[in-house]
């Protein structure tokens, strides 16, 4: 599985249990081929016609890494793969991936609410593993404007049911960037400017909230929760921007002055997939001591790995980097999303060794640290 050989401890430590602190549910029904390559795929559409999402990153790295957990030869051809993966089930192939990551604890955002994903229970029972919850703010807002009938009840009724939720929960997620970027107003807004918005919500409560006053309004009301819960709050950075033609605004350095008005109410915030802005995210992580970063998705998704994982330990204090698949959909996605950081950090750790940099004792310490001492800390597992 590594790509370097590493002193015993060192191994150890790389291969021992892993703290998924970021993952989503996967499909529990077997897939067509169209089904498949559409939750393999990046941008969630088909390929263009005559091609296939096999040939990408992640399509090779399934058919060499996942195949043989799937009892194939590695490099299998798609249509084979997918074949074993119907003769055996959804429900073997989730098992065996997932608990093939070799995660400890999985800590999963339920928001898609979709009865054909595992929810975070069924995942930690596929991966042999504890699971926890995390709660998705804008998923929360929903719920609230679709049985909200005036502007108060509204405003009421949010800080009570992210309160409700919050206490069995082990941290906050936010998808801001996702829908309106995160060049915003730090500030809180003023009250009377969230009413009138409230009741513009309230006219088309159906949708996804972009009105730039409701998402700050919905962003300081987590962060009063998660003061008074003691949770972080995750914000989804890098990938999943809010369009291809705008990838600045996924930017994490973005986040700079909200994240220092965060600072004094002692709110860990916790830098997602922050890729390809993650020198980004690390120099924040290294400059607020509330900041900290995830070094997932980039993983499973690109051929980067290793540069990904040498530009983060370059700048990032180590205390402050967390390991995630992204998992989503696929168990292939959280199967990889471990794998592949494994070997990325054992590269880097390498490479670090030979040089006589570190010794084998501060390479152990930070493989324990990234993998799962420092999100056991920030989620207080």
Same mark, same amino acid.
């Given at each position: ?32 081929? &169209? ?55 959804? !429900? ?35 991966? &042999? ?12 807002? +929903? ?63 159906? &949708?996804?909230? !972009? ?31 809010? #369009? ?15 994240? +220092?008005?965060? +600072?004094?109410? &002692? ?6 997939? #922050?890729?390809?802005?993650?020198? +980004? ?20 998704? !690109? ?68 993998? #799962? ?9």
């Amino acid at each position: 599985m590594l790509p370097v050989d590493l002193p015993g401890t060192v191994r150890d430590a790389l291969l021992a249990p892993l703290v998924d602190h970021h993952c989503h549910g996967v499909r529990r029904d077997d897939l067509s081929r &169209g089904q498949f390559e559409l939750l393999m795929g990046a941008g969630a559409a088909p390929a263009p016609p005559g091609t296939t999402h096999f040939d990408t990153p992640v399509g090779t790295a399934v058919r060499r890494w996942c195949a043989p957990v799937l009892d194939l030869d590695p490099h299998a051809p798609p249509a084979v793969y997918l074949a074993r993966r119907d003769e055996l089930g959804a !429900t073997e192939v989730n098992r065996r991936l997932l608990g093939a990551a070799g995660v400890v604890a999985f800590l999963v955002d339920t928001a898609a609410d979709d009865i054909d994903m595992l929810t975070a229970t069924e995942m930690g029972r596929h991966g &042999g593993a504890a699971a926890d919850e995390l709660v998705r703010v804008e998923r929360v807002e +929903q719920d609230v404007a679709v049985t909200a009938q005036i502007a108060v009840d509204y405003l009421d009724g949010l800080g009570e049911e992210l309160t409700l939720r919050a206490a069995r929960a082990v941290g906050l997620k936010t998808v801001i960037a996702a829908l309106y970027g995160l060049d915003f107003d730090p500030a809180r807004p003023a009250r009377g400017a969230v009413i009138a918005a409230a009741n513009r919500r309230l006219d088309d409560p159906k &949708g996804a909230v !972009t009105d730039p006053v409701l998402l700050r309004h919905l962003l300081w009301c987590a962060i009063d929760v998660a003061r008074e819960r003691g949770l972080p709050v995750q914000f989804h950075t890098g990938f999943g921007g809010r #369009s291809p033609a705008e990838p600045h605004r996924a930017d994490p350095a973005r986040l700079g002055a909200f994240v +220092q008005q965060v +600072q004094p109410l &002692g709110v860990p915030v916790v830098l997602l997939h #922050s890729y390809p802005f993650h020198r +980004q995210a690390a120099h924040l992580a290294g400059a607020l001591p509330h900041v900290y970063a995830d070094v997932g998705l980039a993983f499973p998704h !690109t051929a980067a790995g290793a540069r990904v994982m040498d530009e983060l330990l370059e700048l990032a204090p180590y205390h402050k980097l967390l390991f995630s698949s992204g998992c989503h959909g696929l168990a292939e996605s959280g199967y990889l999303g471990a794998l592949r950081y494994r070997r990325a950090l054992a590269a880097a750790l390498g490479s670090r060794l030979a040089d006589g940099e570190w010794s084998p004792a501060d390479a152990a310490r930070v493989a324990h640290m990234i993998g #799962s001492a420092n999100a056991r800390r920030v989620y207080r597992l």
